[in-house]
């Protein structure tokens, strides 16, 4: 009955808990989240998405754009300047060649003409003056070092057969240039030089010296690429023909020099690399002068080349620049446009949120916008009529949680009086517990003694066995030791015959010995008669008499000894009697021992008997304590039944105690939720009437 | 937003099918057969035994790969040349091989040719009216030729430090010529060897010039030690000047190019030194080779000895002296 009205509580309280937290945890979260969120204005976003995105695009366009212009620039560079080169050596060669050509003819028609030596000045004066390129005319060396030339040339060579245009010249029949030098006066000339093809056996090197200067300026103004630069190289010995920079024309590149451009050249030089390439911020191109040894550079300093690229790439910067203000403008100007309306519904959006749901949207416009007015509109009607259906079930709740609020705490008063009863039960029955688990303990201990005591008389029986066994051993060896005093009384008995036998052995000795004595006496009496039959023998006798003095001194010496004997034979006879007594004293004192032994015997025996007695009184013992140790352990047993019946009584009284305390808690829960239901009623009252409708 | 993303897509997909198609057409590979190649071979004359030879290999390394080729003679007339160029696309021929009367001609027929490529044969134009994979010679380096020239010498000679040398040079202005003085004496200075001129004129190729020259070099009174001709019938002038002048031939080295079957008897006999080989036969297949590549609008990539620009095929030199002559007789 109780729990059906608890359950039929909790859930009613659940249910309306429920409405309440949820419309309170709305409100807590609307509160947060006002105060999380900074308000950020669509325009401001839109132009913090677009406005990195648009620069991103616009950097990478003039990154490409001037990436893509550097290389084409220099790749029109390379071939402006190759062209430009191209066509300087074009002219050079062509300069070269005209002039050639003009001395290939003069040498072709001396040939043909073929005049005597002394014709030959007359014949070089109809040319003198006809080339402005040479200057002094055409001149002849001839190998007997003479020099032949017009009659108005300055030309001078003092060692013909050591000059180097002689030296050249006799290297070929058709005519060419040779290495630069200085003439006479000192100005730098190429020498055209070639054997005249003419009979007889002198040999004449016609010559024809052409300044430089025709050349540097070629070189030096033939350049068709703005801001480039040229000169002219040797390439058998690297000397510098011709260079704007006039100290430097007739010096060599080392390679070692502190201009590392003219190093660069060098190098590409000597390794025979005529291709174009970037020497030291120069551009730099290389062409052979078909005919000669020599090699025209032109170069142009690369920073020229990609000045044009930096100014596009400064221009296309300030364009992207521009454009991205632009594209701000603009954005803030549409974004104003098109969100305006968006204003009006924010506004009446924020009146909602403040509960006021009188508001009104227009909703004129015809895009997106327009239909958010149209549905907040909408949405504040229903929850108006909402609000209002909320209230007056509020209202109605409220009664009704008061009444069970009552309710609930007189309940929780019994079942708080029923938790008391309880307890006390089981104090008594814990009280009974303790009573009987004494009991068992004391049974126990009992038992323990009784069985410890079976053990010790057990110990005991085992001793007295133990003892019984020894007394016996003993009763026997007793026996044994009486066997063997007989033995010895006997064996003194055989030694006293013995001794006695010994005893009429040397008596018999003792007569012999007497007997001797005799024999000596009388074998002495002879030998005095011997003696003094020999003293009457006379002389004769002499030897005889010695002989009986010798018998009688043995005689007398065998008396000596017999005497001798029997003196001793006298001590040993002295000494058997005293064995004799001793062996008599000892067969005395072994006759007493032999009966001490009998009487030690016969108290053996009493003892093992007595022993043996109580031994069995031991056993009797032994089984009565075996009794006793049965019934402790069976008293034992039973009370310890006994105890674990009273834990379980206990512990049965416990848990009713516990329940009975469950009971009073779910009471105080209850109670306790009635309270507060009757509390949010009250304030979903108060809230729901906070709404304007 | 829908549309938008449609719009984004469709265009996407057109330029990778666009860009997809253009990469198509442009990687035929130049391992393509030579199925449907058709060449037209140009040439001034085959009477040359050199061009003779090498209008025969062009003709065999043709009918081996499969492909067509006809063969026009000019005459050595560059308006035939050019006229031939500018019809040869209307005939249906995929590629050229010119050897040019002139190969100074050869930024015209390079615009005449339009989109047909020309590879250059025996005359070799300058390098800047060469394009990859699109105007190309084929021959040998003519550097090499000087190059092998010296190198043997200096060999011969025991790497002397100091020479007295003759060169007798082709037609002046040839690119045979030019290659080959510079690269003996390039050669020289590079192997350390301070070698002196004494003598150095254009024969023009022939040995009569060479002989004559020879003799106006007897009266300079200067001593030489080697001599080196841009090919052999400079070569034998020199041997029949040498012999008329007293000049041991057989201390004094003379080394010729082309290895002719006068050139190769001579060495065989003792007088000629040395000569180099052109190589007709792998010259004429490296054109056609090139020939059919580039007519299906491949590269000379992966053809052997393509120079790295894609401008040149250079086919080696073989040195020919006394010790392999009998294998060129």
Partial sequence: MVDAIINMHYRFSNVLFFCVRESEKERKMGEKTEKKKKTKKISTKLISYIVPLVSAMVIALVLVASLLSKSRMTEMANETLESSISNQADNIEAWLSENLQFFSTVKYFIEKENPAEGELSGMLDMFYGYNSSCPNGLYIGTSNGKLIKASKSETTESDVLGSAWYKQGITRVDMAYGGAHSDANGTTVISAT???DMEGDELKVLGADVPLDAISI?????????????????????????????????????????????DGAYKKLSAGDYTTEEIATYMTAFKEIEGTDWVLVSYIPTSIILSAVTQMSNLLIIIGIIAVVLIVVSILYVVRRVIAPLGHITENITAMSEGDFTIEVNSESNDEIGIMGGKVTEFVTSMRNMLRSISEESEKLRQESDSS??????????????????????????????????????????????????????????????????????RQDMEKLSTAMQDIEAANNELVNSINKVGTASEEITNIVGMIGEIAEETNLLSLNASIEAARAGEAGKGFAVVATQIGKLAQTSAESAQNIANLIEEVHKLIENAVGQAHASATSIQENSELIGVAVGTFDQIY??????????????????????????????????????????ATSENMVEMAENITRSSQDVADNSEELAGTSHTLTSYVQKFKI | MKKIITVLLTGLLLVTVIAGCGAASGSTASTGGGGKAKILLIMNDVTDTFRGQLADAVTSAATSSGATVDLVETGGSVEMEAELVATAASKGYTAIILRPS???????????????????VNNQPSDEHLTADKYIYAGSSEEQ???????????????????????????????????????????????????????????????????????????????????????????????????????????????????????????????????????AAGQGASAVKAAIALGSGGTIEGIDYATEDHKCIYVPFEAVDASNVSQYK
């Fill in chain 1, 194 to 196: 070639g054997i005249l």
């Fill in chain 1, 218 to 262: 070629i070189v030096n103004s033939g350049v068709k690429m703005a801001n480039a630069s040229s000169f002219l190289v040797d390439k058998s010995d690297y000397t510098i023909l011709a260079h704007r920079n006039s100290s430097l024309v007739s010096t060599k590149l080392t390679g070692a020099s502190s201009d590392a451009f003219l």
């Fill in chain 1, 405 to 474: 609020d009552q309710v609930s705490r007189t309940m929780y008063d019994a079942s708080q009086a029923q938790s008391e009863a309880m307890k006390q039960l089981n104090e008594t029955v814990d009280q009974l517990a303790t009573a009987v688990n004494d009991i068992a303990q004391n049974a126990t201990t009992l038992a323990t003694i009784v069985s410890d005591t079976r053990d010790n008389s057990d110990k005991a029986n085992e001793s007295m066995k133990e003892t019984v066994e020894i007394s016996k051993k003993g």
């Fill in chain 1, 609 to 650: 008997n007595n022993i043996q007695e109580s031994n069995k009184l031991i056993e009797n013992m032994i089984e009565d304590v075996q009794k006793v140790d049965d019934v402790a352990t069976n008293v034992a047993a039973i009370s310890e039944e006994q105890a674990a019946s009273a834990d379980e009584i206990l």
């Fill in chain 2, 102 to 120: 002139d190969a100074s001609t050869a930024l015209q027929m390079n615009v005449a040719a339009g989109n047909l490529p020309i590879i250059y």
């Fill in chain 2, 145 to 279: 030729a000087g190059q092998l020239q010296a190198e043997y010498v200096l060999k011969k000679l025991g790497n002397p430090s100091s020479l007295n040398v003759i060169i007798f040079e082709g037609e002046q202005g040839h690119s045979a010529t030019i290659g080959r003085t510079n690269a003996v004496v390039k050669t020289l200075k590079e192997n350390g060897c301070n070698a002196t001129y004494v003598f150095k004129d254009y024969a023009n190729w022939s040995d009569a010039e060479a002989e004559y020259k020879l003799g106006i070099f007897m009266k300079t009174g200067q001593s030489v030690d080697a001599v080196f001709c841009n090919n052999d019938t400079m070569a034998l002038g020199v041997i029949s000047g040498m012999k008329k002048y007293g000049l041991d031939y057989t201390k004094i080295p003379v080394c010729g190019v082309d290895a002719t079957a006068d050139g190769c008897e001579s060495i065989s006999s003792g007088e000629m030194a040395f000569t180099v080989l052109q190589s």
